[in-house]
């Protein structure tokens, strides 16, 4: 069926529920949903969250895994016009707390259970907690056991299905995505069905999907990488296989079981399977085409992975949460595009690369990256100072560092922005160095990255101690974990040092704390 980008994803399932009503929609494990049947269910679900009073213009919070509850909720919610938002799974209270209140999100969906914390027993604590009249959240969706306070996601899909409200609305907001300053000041992007549903139609042609297609993320559903993956997915009317959670016996038993033409994860997804001597090509036979993304992919790890395809290719993927994806490999291309960069810029996007007086660079110099097109958003939410510092002229400064290329290839060389990127999970470490601030025999703390060759960056805590107590790595990360920062935020490594290197105007060069971590690595010191 040929892509139509002025539908809602909705609306594309509920086209295919009617021409191949059959077809494998969703691989859960052992069992599989068929089209007809993910429509029907993400229609009860719509029914049944009208039931309980959420409707067109509400926000609902999703902290879900890859899983069917995940697809059927963002579907569910666009059929009412409410707005899914996205949360990350990692994040815990400290996180929870500042997006829902900034969000002002009227409902949670969130698991009773996960590992060993409970996301609905902490947002039903932080309710309970909410100063009188203050909080906007109404309504807290527990998937799995049902918990006094909550409602039960299951009961919800019992619901008969009623009448879709917004079913083809594709202007209204769709989706809201949050940048990795989340506890400071967070970005949100509120964003249309016409914006990322559109752009992952023209990916659909670009990367040549059909039905039979069998779609695999090892990217979260709740980042933006695994949820273009989704609307492709959906989009194409292919199968969408779950891997709820990554490790490498988990993803290769995954790809056993399912047979996944079309593969989208990071680089720290397939390394472990290169290193290990995991990635067996008779078991990705069927395997047409990996796209690796999220961070740095070494063009050694890309070309790796491709010898281990029988019949298949690798490429890589740009995005961000503000655009979603801006450039990309085709299956055709080079292997020169495909291994050594981001691509070539996805359909009606154009990318630019500017210098310090923001011109224009000619090709193969490196600048700032700026990009304006069709998916692009219009600023962050509640946020006008942050949206006219990025925004001018219809142009997005992405914040990132670029080259293009004669052949249209875009290769990533940096950042501006002072994130880390641990296994394409970026943070603002502003949030966590506030904290560790205050504990004992700190006198100041700055985080910075250092080079992994797994996840790309982990993250280290320079301290400047006080002399009032002795500073240990557990004490910073026992401070972070009674805060409840989420663990992929926590130092990994600790260094003191006498004095910050800073600019003139006193701010701290993080990328000389990360080259001396370099130095002592080449030269043995530890």
């Known amino acids: 069926m040929p892509h139509d980008p002025l539908i809602t994803l909705a609306a594309h399932v509920s086209r295919h529920a009617v021409a191949q009503p059959d077809a494998c929609a969703v691989r859960l494990r052992e069992s599989a949903i068929s089209y007809q049947s993910l429509d ?17 213009g509400d926000i609902l919070a999703v902290q879900l895994p890859n899983s069917l509850e995940f697809i059927v909720t963002l579907l569910a919610a666009s059929r009412i016009g409410a707005i899914t938002q996205t949360v990350h799974m990692p994040y815990r209270r400290a996180e929870l707390s500042s997006l829902l209140e900034h969000s002002k999100a009227c409902a949670f ?29 109404h309504h807290i969706i527990s998937v799995g056991e049902s918990i006094a306070g909550s409602h039960s996601w299951a009961a919800l899909a019992e619901a008969e299905p009623g009448i879709d409200l917004c079913a083809d609305d594709i202007d ?24 990322f549903v559109g752009n992952a139609g023209q990916a659909v042609g670009e990367l040549k999907y059909c039905a039979s297609d069998v779609v695999l993320s090892a990217a979260p559903f709740t980042h933006l990488y695994g949820l273009f993956v989704l609307q492709c997915a959906l989009v194409a009317g292919a199968s969408v296989s779950l891997l709820p959670a990554f490790s490498p016996a988990e993803l290769i038993d995954t790809v056993r079981r399912d047979q996944p033409t079309v593969i989208f994860a990071g680089p720290a997804h397939f390394k472990p399977l290169i290193d290990q001597n995991l990635m067996q090509p008779h078991e990705f036979a069927c395997t047409r085409l990996v796209c690796l993304s999220g961070t740095t992919v070494p063009p050694a790890l890309a070309r790796a992975v491709e010898a281990r395809l029988p019949a298949g290719v690798v490429i890589q993927l740009w995005g961000m949460s503000e655009l979603q994806a801006g450039s990309y490999g085709r299956p055709d291309d080079s292997a020169s595009i495909r291994h050594e960069t981001a691509g070539r810029a996805a359909p009606d996007m154009q990318l630019q690369v500017v210098g310090d007086d923001n011109r224009p660079l000619p090709r193969g110099e490196e600048g700032r990256l700026q990009i304006r097109g069709p998916s692009v958003f219009d600023g962050y939410l509640n946020n006008a100072a942050e949206s006219q510092a990025c925004l001018s002229n219809g142009w997005f400064d992405t914040g990132d560092t670029a080259v293009l290329r004669n052949d249209g290839g875009l290769v990533i060389t940096g950042r501006v922005k002072e994130l880390i990127n641990r296994g394409g999970i970026k943070f603002n470490p502003v949030d966590v160095e506030a904290l560790l601030d205050s504990v004992p025999g700190v006198g ?10 797994v996840l790309g960056e982990r993250t280290c805590a320079f301290v400047q101690p006080d002399g009032r107590a002795d500073v240990t790595l ?24 006498d004095e910050f290197p800073v600019t003139p105007t006193q701010k701290v060069r993080r990328a000389l704390l990360t080259t001396s971590l370099v130095a002592k690595r080449t030269t043995g010191v530890s």
């Open 172 to 195: 209204s907001p769709y989706v809201l995505l949050y940048t990795s300053g989340t506890t400071t000041s967070p970005k949100g992007i509120l964003t249309s069905a016409r914006r």
């Open 40 to 56: 029907r269910l993400a229609r009860s679900v719509a029914a049944g969250l009208q039931r309980i009073g959420i409707g067109a």
């Open 474 to 497: 557990e004490a910073l990360v026992q401070a972070l974990n009674s805060a409840g920062v989420a663990k992929f935020k926590w130092p990994e490594r600790l260094e003191f040092v």
């Open 444 to 453: 100041r703390c700055i985080l910075a990255p250092m080079p992994d060759p």
């Open 109 to 137: 969906i969130g698991l009773t259970q996960f590992k060993d914390y409970s996301p609905v027993r902490t947002v039903l604590d932080l309710k309970a907690q909410a100063t009188s009249g203050s909080s906007t959240l």
